[in-house]
């Protein structure tokens, strides 16, 4: 079966940096875009930044100017580097890839793992 395999998340101090990682399997199909996704207790997930296979970006405006994503087709490998951090940004951090499909966008999600921001 396809796997995400995630890494990078951890303890970090305010305004400090983290980069975290996600890898597909190789068994997936054809990527259309490769996103990061956040989730805060008592909160609801949200879209943290997404990047097709053609380098179109989006961001969450909570983070724009702070955090850049990036990818390398080649490796199926998505990256997120996360700058000034924020006590606001800690969160379980989940990737997710949008695989082509003939039928449109069939999505795969990783475990997920913590983020901690400490003041």
């Known amino acids: 079966q396809v796997q995400l395999v995630e890494s990078g998340g951890g303890l970090v101090q305010f305004g400090g940096s983290l980069r975290l990682s996600c890898t597909a399997s190789?068994?997936?199909?054809?990527?259309?875009?490769m996103n990061w996704y956040r989730q805060a207790p008592g909160k609801q997930r949200e879209l943290v930044a997404g990047?097709?296979?053609?380098?179109?970006?989006n961001y969450a405006d909570s983070v724009k100017g702070r955090f850049t994503i990036s990818r390398d087709n080649a490796k199926k490998t998505v990256y997120l580097q996360m700058n000034s951090l924020k006590p606001e940004d800690t969160a379980v951090y989940l990737c997710?890839?949008?695989?082509?499909?003939?039928?449109?966008?069939?999505?795969?999600w990783g475990q997920g793992m913590q983020v901690t921001v400490s003041s």
């Open positions: 997710m890839v949008q695989s082509t499909m003939s039928w449109g966008l069939r999505a795969y």
């Open positions: 190789e068994n997936i199909f054809s990527i259309y875009a």
């Open positions: 990047i097709t296979s053609s380098g179109i970006t």
